[in-house]
């Protein structure tokens, strides 16, 4: 997982997607399949920004976005409205299942908060092999 500023998520975004604004997280899947599957890419001020609009906590939003891209590196998407309900139905039971985060996890600038956000985003890439055959 790399975190990048907003003007490197841009031009990362507009490269690779043809989309000329900073998104809050890109995923590069592999071509072979070694034990890691693909780099994730995070903007944390994006993802702060929609934390903030959304009344989320931060580091919940941060677990979700990792989810979220460690399903696209899997070959999920949310083009079709089909394939929306099941990555979001996929989603939803990971971090049911494995990503508990209250709502006083909201910054991470004490280190216990990043301790528990690296922790939980831990517990979700894990859930990920977990839960996949449980979910069709």
Request: charge should be negative; include cysteine; proline fraction near 2%.
């Given at each position: 997982i790399r975190l990048?500023?907003?003007?490197?998520?841009?031009?990362?975004?507009?490269?690779?997607?043809?989309?000329?604004?900073?998104?809050?997280?890109?995923?590069?899947?592999?071509?072979?399949?070694p034990v890691v599957?693909?780099?994730?890419?995070?903007c944390p001020s994006v993802v702060a920004r929609e934390a903030a609009e959304q009344n989320k906590p931060l580091a919940a939003h941060y677990a979700h976005l990792v989810v979220h891209g460690m399903l696209h590196l899997q070959g999920f998407d949310h083009e079709a409205d089909a394939d929306a309900e099941?990555?979001?139905?996929?989603?939803?039971?990971?971090?049911a299942a494995s990503c508990s985060i209250s709502d006083s996890e909201v910054t991470l600038t004490s280190w216990p908060c990043r301790i528990a956000v690296a922790s939980a985003l831990a517990r979700?890439?894990?859930?990920?092999?977990?839960?996949?055959?449980?979910?069709?």
């Open positions: 990048v500023d907003a003007d490197e998520g841009q031009e990362l975004n507009s490269e690779y997607r043809g989309k000329d604004y900073a998104t809050n997280v890109l995923s590069f899947p592999y071509d072979t399949e599957t693909g780099d994730l890419v995070i099941l990555m979001e139905a996929r989603e939803r039971a990971i971090l979700c890439a894990v859930a990920t092999s977990r839960i996949d055959d449980s979910i069709d």
